[in-house]
């Protein structure tokens, strides 16, 4: 079968190669593509189609898992056997099940998104080889439950990067592993206990917001200036915790100054029972100046409570972030009369651990350092030829710069132009936890997960839209 014919909607509820599987799979059903029929290659599908051949594929590996068709080497898809084997032709109505996840029909061109890493950014080869090592020496105890905390190996080798990295003095037996800042908050909820008044930058991460939410805390929106949040408008709080992001500020991208994170300190020690969550997400990449130790660091009354992942530097899907606590709420913890189990396995703890040890994670980020570190130049040149449209900040470190209008353009507006020429933007009311009644007209620009082509080309396409 040279041609088929396949029905695409780009309005539907369900993605292309969703369709093209449906599509396929009823034909089978319905005796129509008879077994032995051979298919169109993904190529030549995909070229009929004028789609991308990444979505056939989907398609073809979805039939190829439920059996309906087969792969013979060297000469292509096949549709298999299915005489004997009864399809019901009712159609099942099933409750649908709402994922949290708001579908979007549109297809982008270019996204600025603000998750995930470089295309081949992730160290695939290592990886591979500290996993077929750990799998080969470690033995059976490696599928045993382990340490609720974190295996020693892991706990031990974070403590000294961090120590060496972030100017942070701790203890091994002060750290949580955990997988995601999710769990570990949900953790931390646990050993501060219930009630709190939460303290949160307006606009924040919003993931945070919701884990506290979620959680039964009090959310008290405080508001920031260029360098952080307002400690003034925090004192008038009734906050006993406060979440904040001092090393790169998610969204408004501002580093805290030492003054201002003197203050925050202040503020935590003027009362027994206050604490400061340091969310110390992407401290990897900086590229003005030196970094500014954590603010962990320059605890001396055991009030901060410190987060970190590997999630931004390794991958979105590396679930393993860790926690440092003051020795006082560690041993809250750990009297406790049940532990929850490590939400980590004991291979990936110990593959992350010879990662760290071997010297290959400090390699990596310095590769990764580079690669952002032209990305962020390519971004910041295309800006300054925007300067008539707008200003940009946040641009000393992260992976991603705020872009304010100043030619009269609101968000709204911007993001529309934007996804009518098939670019995807994000809008800073999004992060907003308290809406403000002033227009808003500053958007966020990620730039991790693009090529430098496609910077350069969607940001021509960006500028041309939006000086209009």
Known sequence: ????????????????YRQIYDHIKNEIQKGKMKAGEKLPSSRILAKNLCISRSTVDMAYDQLLAEGYIESV????YYVCQMEGIYFDRKKKEFPEVNSGQKPSDTVYRWDFALNGIAPGGFPHNIWRKLSREVLSQEGDSLFQLGDPCGEPGIRQAVAEYLHSARGVDCDPGQIIIGAGN??????????????????????????????????????LPVGQDEQGILIEELEKTEADTVYVMPSHQFPMGMVMPLKRRTELLKWAGAREGRYIIEDDYDSEFRYKGQPIPALFGFDQKGCVIYLGTFS?????????????????LMNTYLSLEHLFSVTVSRTDQKILELFLREGYYERHLNRMRAVYKNKHDLMVKCLKDMSHICTFSGENAGVHLLVEFCNGLTEQEAVFRAKESGIKVYGVSEYRIQKTSKEENMV???????REEDIEKAMKSLKKIWEN
């Open 1 to 16: 079968m040279n041609d088929l014919l396949i029905p695409l909607k780009e309005d539907s509820r369900f993605p292309m």
């Open 312 to 328: 931004k530097s390794l991958a979105p899907s590396v679930r393993v972030s860790y926690m440092v606590l003051p020795r006082e």
């Open 73 to 76: 080497p060297c000469k292509g």
């Open 182 to 219: 999710d769990y570990l908050l949900m953790l931390l909820w646990v050993i501060l206990g219930k009630n709190r008044k939460i303290a949160m930058e307006n606009p924040t991460y919003l993931s945070a917001y919701y884990d506290f939410l979620h959680m039964g805390s009090h959310i």
């Open 444 to 450: 966020l620009l990620g730039y991790a997960t693009l």
